[in-house]
Each structure stands twice: as C-alpha cells, then as structure tokens.
C-alpha cells in the first residue's frame, strides 16, 4: 500500500469521524444530562439531509439548504421534544428505547410519504465541486476537505461553548450531577431543552454536509445512530472531548479496516478466503475495539459522570 | 383494564367465529358460481423500509397492465390484493398465508427479493396456487428446487451479471472505440447476492479479475475502494449495487473523477437513476428490458405509465407488466377455468402473450427464454435519465441451471 493510498484512507477517515461527531455530540449531552436514551437521534441526522434535499430543489442553491435547514432541524427538534421526549424523561430506559424505536418508525414512513421512497439526490455546491487530484487516476473532492474544515471548526465552536460559556458550565454540571444542578436552583427542563435543541440541530447539520455525498433515503440515519453510539460510549458519556476523540478513532478504524483487512488476511490465507475473512473482520473491527477499549476503561476513554 | 381486555378478547372471538361462518357461507354457493365471481390476484412487493421504490415500480407496473386489460384477466374481473412484505420473510409468510386463507387468492404475483421469494415460496405453492414471480429468480428455484407452480417472468439472477462478462469480452465503448475490457476490479457487496453475482459475472468473463473487493451491506462511503480501485488501474470495473448503494457508488465514483468504464448490474436502472442523475450516465447495464426497446407493446407501456405515475418505468415494471399479461392470456386459454390446475399451468407454460421484451417463452424450469441487452444510461430528450439498448449479448437464452430442474409431478 503506498503512502498516497494511505493518506487518502487516512482523509477518508477523519471525514467518517467529523460526521460521527456531528452526530454523536448531541446524542452524548442528551445521554449524559438528561439520562435519556434518544434511539430517535439518528432521524435528526435523516431529517437534515431531507431539508436540504428539499430547499435545495426549491431554491437550487445548496448554500440557501444549509442556511435554512439549520433553523428548522432546530426547530423540528424541538418540536420532537415537545410532542414526544419530554414525556420520558422521568421514565426508565426501556420505554425510552420503545418510545424512541417508534419515533423512528413513524418519522422514517412519515418521510417516505411526503418525499416518496425512492433516494434523492442534492447537487453539490459549485464552488467545492472540484477535486484534488493526490494520486493519478483519483481526485479527492474538494466538498470532502470542506466536510473535514467545517466538522473541525464546529468541533472548536463547540469546545468553547461547552468550555468557556455560563450554559457549557451548566451543562458539564448537569452532566456530572444533574439533581444537584437542579437543586441549586438552575432550571434543569430548560437546559435540557437547549442542549436538546443543540444536539438535534448539529445531527442535522450532519445530514446537510452528508447529503451531497450521500444518498438521501429513509432510515439513512440508522446506520449511522449504532456507530455513534459506538462512539459515546467509547468516548465516556456525556463528554464532548471524549466523543470527539472516539468519532476519529471509530471513523478511522472503519475505514482502514476496511481497505487494509483483506490485504492483512492475505499475509495468512488464499486470496478469495482473505477477501471473505478480511471484509468479515473489517466489519467487526470497530466492535473489537471498543470491547477493547471498555476492557480497560469500562466507564470510556473520558468519564465523566460521579460516582 | 383487565376486564376491558377479557372483553375485547370476548368481542375479537365472537367476531372470528361470526367471520368464519360467513366465510364458510359464502364460500359454499362460491364455488358454485365460480365463474361470476372476480379473480383475485395478491401481489406481494416490499412497499415499506429503503427499498420500497423498486416494490413501488413492481406494483405500478402490475396495476398499468391490469388498467390496459380493463380490469380484467382472461374475460373475468379481476381484483388485486396488494401484500407488502416488508422485506422481512416472516411478516411476508404470515400476510402470504392470509391473502391465501382468508382473502382467498387465486393467484399469487410479484415478489422483489430473492430471500422473501425463498420464504414465501412454499406456503403459496403448498396450497397449489400457482406464484408469477416478477422480479426475484433466485437459482435454486430455476435448477435442482423448480417448481410446477411457479413461473418467472424475469430471469435468473446470475445472468445479468453473465451478459456484461460477455460484453467485456467482446468489448465496450470507451473514448470512441470498442474496447475489450480485460483486466477488471470487481466490488460488490457482502452478501449471498453480491457473491452471486461476482460468480455470475465470472462465468462468461475471460479476462483476468484484479480484485474483489466486498463492502459490508450498510455501507454509505465507498472513498477506500474508489483509492483502491485508483491505485490497481484496472481497465474496467465490475459492480453489483442494488438500490440506495448504486446512488451512493455512482455519485462517489464520478466524484473522485474516476473514468473507467462501469459494468454494473441492478446499480444502474430507472428506480435509481433520478437520484444519480448526470452521474450515471454512460454506465452500462446488463439487462433483459429497457425503455427504449423498439416494440409496440412497449412503446405503449412506457408511455402509458409515465402519463399515469410521471416516472419513467424500470425493469421491476416492465416485468410486472408482463406478468398481468401472462395471467390474461392464460386466464382466457382455460375459459376463466381456474379449478384445473394442470390445464392452467399448460395454459401459462404457453406464455401466449405479446412482452414488451419481444422475444419471450418458457423453458422447461418455467423461467423465461429471452433475449439479454447491454445497455448504457443516457440523458432523453427532456432532460431526464434512462437506460438504452446498445446490443443484443445473449439470443433466445437459456439460463445455466435449467438443466438441473427434474420438475416433480403436481
């Protein structure tokens, strides 16, 4: 394998990463302050795409689709709770995973009635749509760099707000302690509401930056929701820091799993058993690793909770 | 709530005793006037979950072809019952069995997937009714597990992936030119369907196979293979991509400016290609049907169907079609008869009907002898994408497992 091939798997990667982190951002804060175990998170990420799929038809701009589907993946969001969510809070975590199961179920038909099932597609924005070319043969698009540039400054905004704001003090203290954040006064179903609101509008966000290269389909969110449950739980839950860490690691563990597996087997086996053994493998890989890593660390790479 | 329960369990069993009377009472002066009553036909399609668009084609197909009968097969009304399958195997037997005990279908059609073909098969044809299958030939059906009461009016899977191993052979049109495809990458996805069709692909290809690369099923972003195929500079790439993966496939390909030639099958055809647009085109396709094919059956179902559902038909439709078709002229060869059932399937196996394929029989497993194109996507005229026909690859073909069915006694 060439260095070429290897820096390219390794931007691969790392853009995986930045979307799980999109993703799993929000599913940690709401997990790790409320205690509530939302399944619904990945039909944020689903409902982003579907905005931007449909302002970008309307308007046929993408750069208008990012602008408005923000504000109403927030909004929606907050719909969500206010319909559904806030409902469970004081419930166990069995009928919040039912609850949650079925507002999958129903977001992902309701999306297939207004949208109809077949994929949609949105153009990518003229002005990343070029690409790099870092090996013959291959360009490395440009709108890609522009997912990884994004995700990163996101990630900062992000650390700053969690870090260096009087609401990012709350919500570590929620966090760590959510009744005695309660008790001293703070109004907790509020700041559950912002830091709800703020983790469904940055999975979509996720689903905006991910619809250009992606298809957008109902359900799309799902695949990704299990491997950004991967991540926080890897990451320790309700940490922001260790999510970011463990959405790279994850992402990249997954990808060059993925190319390097196969390759790896052929050290030890015939070529078309290395091919099944290695795809099989690779699949497995990020499991392995976060049996691994919960072997060692069973509260994740960055615990936060007490007690 | 209890009580509330016990009653509403009370209510449910009266109201199962009181139906199955009716049933049973009705049933009875049924049969004898068999002939008055309409033809009920359940056609089962997955209408739900992400692959819901191919069922959509397959059902839309089905209901233009009745609308094109008046609403009748073989002189008699017809009704159709439509099964969603959900494609989970076990919520297709169970509704499967209900469209044939209670609704009492005559007739079963349809089915998209190979693994709810393989579910539903035998609780239909256990029942002796006979099972038109549209869309799914899985190979154990056309070979050594062929069966008198199904027939197929699509094909056997692996041989769409055989036409394009052909058609590297003979060569494919690159930057002006007929090229031979010899050294090719193949990448599909890791599943039964996606080593069928690697095989399938290899039985005909003579060149040399570079690689195959397997992606898990669920797989979003293909950027590691695309570096990979990149790096091994194949002369062609072989691909097997059903559904949402060909839209996201086709789109990375483009996007990492990658030119090879694509043969692909199920990855580029009308179901997906609004989605993968400008993307798709120039991409081959094998294929038994495109839109384009020059007959007058089928100018007339293309054009009939994008005037009623404003989309452009696939494979899935235009194989329904023919099944709606199929059952008509049989339906009509048996005088509305459907009590004798050796007489109907003699009536079926005739395939007295005009496909918007042209050439079209049975062979003896009861799959179709037909004709298989290469074909290639391009832009229509208002803009949007469809798949022509560049050339006949295979005549009047038979499938490569016929020759295992011992069809057992009915």
Known sequence: MSTHLLLIQGLNGLQLGILLFLIAAGLTLVFGVMDFINLAHGVQYMIGAYLAAWIAAGTGSFWFALLLALPLALALGLLLEFLVFRHLYDRDHLQQVLATFGVILVVNQG???????????????ELLSGGIPIMEGLLYPTYRIAIIVGGLATAGLLWWLVERTKVGMLVRAGATNAPMVAALGVDINRLFMIVFGFGAMLAGFAGVLAAPILSVEPGMGDNLLILAFVVIVIGGIGSIRGAFIAALLVGLVETLGRSLMPDLMRLFLSPSEARQVGAALASMLVYIAMAAILAFRPAGLFPVRAG | MTGQLNKLGLDRRTLL????????????????????????????????????????HLRDGFLLGLKHLDNKLGGRAAEVVVIDDELRPDAAVTKVRAAIERDRCDIMAGVVFSNILAAVIRPITETKTFLIGTNA????????????????????????????????????????????????????????????????????????VMDEIYVPLNTTDFSAELAKIAAARPEGIFTFMPGGLGVQFVRQYRQAGLDLPVLSAFTVDEAVLPAQGEAALGLYTGTTWTPTLPNEQNARFVRDFEAQFNYIPASYAAHAYDGAMLLDSAIRKVGGNLADKAALRTAIAAADFRSVRGNFRFGANQFPIQDFWLARVVRRQDGKFETQHVRKVFENAVDPFAAQCRMPAM
């Open chain 1, 111 to 125: 999306v297939k009635l207004l949208f109809g099932a077949a994929p949609l597609q949105v153009p990518m924005p």
């Open chain 2, 17 to 56: 005793g009181a139906s199955t009377f009716a049933a049973v009472g009705l049933a009875l002066p049924g049969l004898a006037r068999a002939q008055a009553a309409p033809v009920k036909v359940g056609l089962i399609s997955v209408l739900t979950g992400p692959q819901a668009a191919l069922g959509t």
């Open chain 2, 137 to 208: 030939g899985p190979s154990p059906i056309a070979g050594r597990g062929c069966n008198p009461y199904f027939f197929a009016t699509s094909y056997v899977n692996d041989q769409n992936h055989a036409v394009l191993g052909a058609a590297a052979n003979q060569g494919v049109e690159v930057g002006g030119q007929n090229k031979v495809i010899r050294r090719v990458i193949i990448i599909t996805p890791n599943y039964q369907a996606g080593r069928d069709a690697a095989a399938g692909f290899k039985s005909t290809f003579q060149g040399e």
